[in-house]
């Protein structure tokens, strides 16, 4: 136990060693079709929208380029009608952005470049559906919080539901909460996921834009000076939730039946997990999330110090004890020591 708590405190360390604000929305105000943004402008374009020119992007889905800005067809072949298709994956920079107010879809127009050649104006609301910014956090959130990824998720806990229940029926199995193992990890792990998710559904539902700054800045270092407390308590979580995760599998590791019990024991942890996440980020933002959790986490420390905390192990066998005295697997009577 001791050796696991220490690696425990080392990982915490080493994480903490690795490990970029507050949003008020502003709308640029303008008359002049195809107007360049002034200084003041750019300024209030930046904090409303998160981005300004030189930022990256990457096309996670194809994206069309018009040569020309809308009403700029009238000067006929001077400014030749015509578009140009962006692949896939092509990275692209924000060269200019412009006010449109005659377009009745988008008022907003961005000018993005891939290279010197391929080049053109797009829609803002096209650029964000079809790309995302440059950098692999941003990515995966792009990713995660799409409408594939709650479906996946729910039938990846169906498929673990149905997977527990079928072992369930033919042999003892071990699963956090119900025939939990001899530590508080898996416990701990859960009561993480859940508070991870009563902080996301918090940033979904009441600070949306903090969340979008944060999409098109991100970061993985929780103390960060510039970030509001719920974010620098979202990634402390996550971060937690990682090194529990690592001390899970070592104290299954040290288990003495690892080898029957570890995968599957993991798979319904994580099983549990997706749950909770679910749960608890979506009711969350009708403010049932709160009191929800307090009550989950209340349940959980009672069941466990109740019925799987064994402060004691056998001298012969290492099996856990919840008292002193005959051990039931191998008969050995443990006695404490003067």
């Known amino acids: 136990m001791k050796t696991v708590r ?10 903490l060693a690795l490990a970029s604000c507050e949003y008020r929305p502003h709308t640029p105000q303008t008359d002049e079709v195809g107007s360049t943004l002034g200084a003041a402008d750019s300024a209030m374009f930046r904090r409303a929208h998160h981005y300004w020119t030189d930022f990256n992007f990457v096309c996670r889905d194809s994206l069309t380029l018009r040569c020309e800005l809308p009403g700029q ?74 409408s594939r990824i709650w ?27 119900f025939d939990d193992i001899n530590s508080f990890y898996p416990t701990l792990f859960c009561l993480i996921v859940a508070s ?41 979580l996550m971060w ?45 933002p009708f403010y049932a999330g709160y009191p929800l959790l307090a009550a989950y986490a209340a349940a959980a420390l009672c069941v466990y110090f109740a019925r799987h905390h064994a402060p004691y192990t056998c001298g012969h066998c290492g099996r856990p004890l919840k008292r002193l005295g005959r051990c039931a697997h191998c008969g050995t009577l443990n006695e404490e020591r003067a």
């Open 6 to 15: 220490t690696r425990f405190v080392a990982a915490l360390i080493a994480l």
């Open 73 to 146: 067809e009238a000067f006929g072949s001077l400014f030749p009608s015509d578009s140009v298709r962006l692949a896939p994956h092509s990275l692209i920079v924000v060269a200019d952005v412009r006010v449109v107010s005659a377009d009745s879809i988008d008022s907003i127009w961005i000018k993005v470049a891939h290279d010197q050649q391929l080049q053109g104006w797009t829609r803002e609301s096209d650029l964000l559906a079809r790309a995302a910014p440059d950098d692999p956090i941003s990515l995966f959130i792009k990713a995660f919080t799409g």
């Open 151 to 177: 479906l996946f998720a729910a039938l990846l806990g169906v498929t673990a539901a149905a997977y527990v229940a079928r072992i369930l029926r033919h042999r003892r199995f071990r699963i956090v909460h």
């Open 196 to 236: 991870a998710a009563t902080c996301y559904g918090t940033l979904q539902g009441f600070a949306p834009e903090t969340w979008v700054e944060f999409y098109f800045h991100p970061t993985l270092w929780p103390f960060d000076e510039g970030l509001p407390l719920i974010l620098r308590l979202l990634l402390a």
């Open 240 to 284: 937690l939730g990682v090194i529990t995760f690592v001390a899970v599998v070592e104290e299954l590791h040290n288990q003495p039946d690892s080898d029957h019990t570890g995968f599957s024991y993991l798979l319904g942890m994580l099983a549990v997990g997706v749950v909770l996440y679910l749960f608890f980020s979506l009711t969350t």
